[in-house]
């Protein structure tokens, strides 16, 4: 007889692992990370914290939640920073969900809520998608006496989809004032401009929302695992009873800090991403393929007439030929989409080529 565990269990996904055939260098898109390096400021501020690693960072972050607030426009009071922002989605399922209480998501939702609500024993609660879109009436229609939680990413992964800010100022306006509602802006940087700072401003007029942000995507530093969020002031002690103590560790917070003052650097890359965006979406149509629109800085794409065996044979081509990582969607309803992150632009045509080849080769 084994232990029980309260547990799903969760088997490591396969990845490819074996070396490439031909010798080509591997480029990961898969992850949704941006391709450059952090900037010179950050790597010295990286330095110098790891030179006093002997020291343990700020518990509260409290350096960095004063160039988060100042940057902006918010109060420092009403940040809280965790070890990503996958850790602050955890620690508020954990500080809102138990067995028996409903976590609702979108149907094609970021695949860590339904970790999330697995880890505290809630039940996830799917409403449909239109067009591979959050729908607004929907979640609010699934709402129920048990539901505790909303999660919504906006814009979405896997999807890379996003529903208006309108749509956003409704949800928060009809949702029960007693549900959390969780605005997942991990992309947020990728949408229209002025979008996060529109976001924000619903947490001042609705104490149930929460904005989380991170420094992985926009930004590029997954690696460090920085992530924040915004709330009303009172939940604010009851996020640092779930949080640990010193999550976010000294050399992230320097290094997340030299990001924001680095700022007009950050937005010259995003642009470089959004007008790649464009250019590949552009080039992948041509070759036939539907892509969904994305405001992210990720895309996902089919074959028309394709099926989720042909994907995976892509998938297999794109590393064997180019080297290349790329996503299989694998949610029910998605298995035959392939999803990457837009790279620099050399390696962007490499990927374009790559797939105009196989397409050649499958038809
Ligand atoms: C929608 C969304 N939210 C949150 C995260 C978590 O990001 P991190 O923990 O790196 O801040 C991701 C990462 O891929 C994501 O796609």
Redo the contacts with the bound molecule.
């Keep these: 007889m084994r232990p029980q565990p309260y547990l799903e269990p969760m088997p490591l996904r396969g990845r490819i692992s074996r070396a490439q055939p031909l010798g080509l260098p591997i480029v990961n898109v898969g ?2 990370e941006l391709p450059y390096p952090p900037l010179p400021s950050v790597l010295t501020a990286l330095h110098n914290t790891t030179a006093q690693a002997q020291s343990y960072g700020s518990p509260h972050c409290d350096a960095l939640r004063d160039a988060l607030a100042a940057q902006n426009g918010l109060d420092a009071e009403q940040i809280v920073c965790g ?5 602050l ?1 955890d620690v508020i399922a954990r500080c809102f969900a138990r067995p028996g209480d409903a976590i609702l998501i979108s149907q094609f939702g ?1 695949i ?1 809520f339904a970790l999330t609500a697995n880890r505290v024993g809630a039940t996830l609660i799917k409403a449909p998608e239109a067009a591979f879109t959050t729908d607004v009436d929907a979640l609010l229609g699934a709402v129920t006496d048990q539901t505790r939680l909303v999660f919504l ?1 906006n ?3 896997p999807t890379g989809t996003m529903v208006p800010l309108e749509a956003l100022r409704r949800l928060a306006r009809d949702l029960r004032p007693d549900i959390v509602l969780v605005l ?1 802006l ?2 947020g940087e990728f949408a229209e401009a002025g979008y996060c700072d529109a976001v924000h401003k619903l947490v001042a007029t609705h104490e149930n929302v929460i904005v ?1 942000r ?4 926009a930004y590029g530093l ?1 690696g460090l ?3 924040w969020c915004h709330a009303a002031p009172w939940m604010i002690p009851v996020i640092y009873a779930a949080r640990g103590m010193g999550t976010v560790n000294a050399a992230a917070q320097a290094g997340a800090v030299a990001a924001l003052g680095e700022q007009a650097g950050i937005d010259k890359q995003v642009a470089e991403i959004k007008s790649e965006r464009a250019r590949i979406a552009g080039a992948l149509g041509q070759l036939g393929l539907e892509v969904i629109p994305s405001h992210t800085n990720f895309m996902m794409a089919r074959f028309r007439d394709g099926s989720a065996d042909l994907t995976e044979k892509l998938v297999e081509h794109l590393f064997d030929q180019g080297g290349f990582i790329v996503n299989r969607t694998r949610e029910p309803g998605l298995e035959d989409f392939f999803r990457f992150s837009l790279h620099l632009p050399d390696n962007n045509d490499r990927l374009v080529a790559c797939i105009r080849r196989f397409a050649a080769e499958a038809r």
């Design positions: 992850f949704n070890n990503g922002s996958e850790e989605l970021y860590q990413a814009p979405n992964n997942d991990a992309y989380t991170t420094f992985s995507k997954a695992r920085v992530g």
